[in-house]
């Protein structure tokens, strides 16, 4: 499509709301309202910072903090300027957060000062390519880092800022992933996935002007950036931020703020559900909200069940993942079966199919293929992993699911062992084991997921030692060693909550080591 009005559509369409909100409220951060003026003259006196200090189209530029105002500042100014916005996962760590970094390219990083993303950063040290420090928050900046003030205050115009508006085929944002099958990949998005995808996925669900979103997910994962943030810009919502997610808080949200939709991933409906035992009556306020949505991991039916009997709501479960965003969903007006996460959503199609790449009949499971509107443009300088991720035009999504009767599509789990879901995040078991392997008493090591209720699965560890003779006596500090290294290489949700010394761990006749008889014979799951 050649350059026009035409090929800039959806980069349109998510500035409408700032260009025609005006004073209504856009955004409610620790107790603060911002209008949709205010985010307006914000986003532009910062794209205007950015180019004054060198920052070009097509640039990287990594936002590593906490959801606040100044991140959906940031993106938008990002957005402006058609810089490429780099997520980074807050409970990275070193080696984690390097990666991004390096992988991307990232000529910025904004962070808060003080913060443990901001020590992170300090560990790694300068870096090739890293040439700005940006930092949130009103404080006093370190040294050789720019302050926010100089970014969104002053006495220039950012009014007589002008830079070519970004094309709908561009990238708009640089999500990683989990790293389930080695180092994250970089899923390149394109403005045109963003808003096709998720204007799909939000129409679908009635998002309108008047729906007020309690968003306490993370930005740095689609779930809330493509959903709460863009969804509400589609829609002229208002955004109700949380910096992390508080059960008491958001019950707080619906009785006093107005909030009316609030999505969420397993884990934070289990706290949900232990707030309203010990505080029944918050069910009342809870009762008020249009529409509770679940993602990011199953959701046992369990607790669909008693968060109905709580609230008189029926969770909407839908099922995405960062290549392809959301491809599945509950009907809204449909029947919402637990368990389940629906019907494709509309631009987008789903095969479950047998290791031959044939459909598998109804009931039969089958790995899920995926076409989507807001599929990824690619992984980020890795040509070769992008063209494996496709097969006949389709995404390979590595997760196993069926259908049932009626079409409603149901996910059994990944067809690899080695990735661990806990609290919505995928977890490479390999990475951790990479990880365990470099502490100098252990010889072998495996790990695997174990059955959790809050969490989904939790991580354990079986772990060989060199020396049998120290098995009994050192158990304690090789639990040690372990916590240990893993709070300077891992984020937190990574760690081993079990850890168990073994003489030798299950294999088969070929010699690969058996996950699942570990599973059950050294954890008695």
């Given at each position: ?413 990944r067809q690899s062992v080695d990735v661990i879901k806990s609290g919505g995040f995928k977890i490479s078991a390999r990475e951790i084991e990479d990880v365990l392997a470099a502490l100098p008493r252990i010889r072998e090591v495996a790990v695997v997921g174990l059955p959790d209720p809050v969490w989904g699965e939790r991580v354990a560890a079986a772990v060989v030692l060199r020396d049998p003779l120290e098995s009994g006596a050192l158990e304690a500090e090789v639990e040690a060693e372990v916590e240990a290294i893993c709070a300077r290489a891992l984020a937190d949700y990574k760690r081993p909550r079990e850890i168990r010394i073994v003489a030798e761990l299950p294999r088969n006749a070929l010699g690969k080591v058996q996950k699942h008889r570990i599973v059950g014979e050294v954890f008695g799951r």
């Open positions: 499509m050649s350059s026009g009005t035409s090929s800039r559509a959806r980069v349109g369409r998510l500035f409408a709301a700032l260009r025609e909100g005006g004073a209504r409220e856009a955004l409610r951060f620790a107790g603060r309202s911002f209008s949709y003026e205010d985010l307006d003259a914000s986003s532009r006196r910062y794209a205007a910072a950015l180019a004054r200090i060198g920052i070009r189209r097509g640039d990287r530029v990594a936002v590593f903090a906490e959801s606040c105002t100044e991140v959906l500042v940031s993106l938008l100014g990002h957005y402006r300027s058609g810089v490429i916005h780099v997520p980074i996962n807050t409970r990275y760590r070193g080696e984690e957060a390097r990666h991004i970094l390096v992988d991307s390219g990232a000529r910025a990083v904004l962070f808060e000062p003080g913060s443990e993303q901001a020590s992170v950063l300090d560990g790694i040290g300068p870096l090739p390519g890293l040439e700005r420090r940006i930092a949130f928050g009103a404080a006093p900046a370190p040294d050789g880092v720019i302050p926010w003030d100089a970014m969104t205050g002053g006495d220039f115009d950012s009014a007589a800022f002008s830079s070519p508006v970004p094309e709908d085929g561009d990238t708009a944002v640089l999500v990683y992933t989990s790293g389930t099958t080695g180092k994250s990949k970089g899923a390149a998005l394109s403005f045109r996935a963003l808003v096709d995808n998720t204007s799909a996925l939000t129409q679908g669900w009635e998002f309108a002007r008047e729906d007020r979103l309690a968003l306490a997910l993370p930005l740095f994962h689609v779930h809330g950036l493509a959903i709460g943030v863009h969804g509400a810009l589609l829609h002229g919502m208002t955004i109700l931020l949380s910096s992390r997610f508080d059960a008491a808080e958001i019950a707080r949200e619906f009785a006093e703020d107005g909030a009316t939709v609030f999505m969420g991933v397993p884990t934070m409906y289990v706290r949900l559900l232990e707030h309203l035992a010990a505080q029944p009556g918050a069910a009342k306020a809870l009762a008020r909200a249009r529409l509770f949505t679940s993602g990011s991991a199953p959701l046992p039916a369990a607790d669909f069940v008693r968060f109905e009997q709580a609230t008189g709501h029926r969770i909407l479960e839908r099922y995405g993942m960062t290549e392809t965003l959301f491809t599945l969903t509950n009907p809204y007006a449909g029947e919402r079966r637990p368990g389940t996460v629906g019907f494709p959503v509309e631009g987008c199609s789903v095969r479950i199919v047998d290791e031959a790449g044939r459909d598998v009949p109804v009931g039969e499971p089958g790995e899920i293929l995926v076409q989507s509107n807001g599929q990824m443009t690619e992984y980020w300088g890795r040509e070769a992993d992008t063209g494996v991720a496709s097969r006949d035009g389709w995404f390979v999504t590595g997760d196993v699911g069926q259908s049932d009767k009626d079409g409603y599509v149901r996910i059994l789990g």
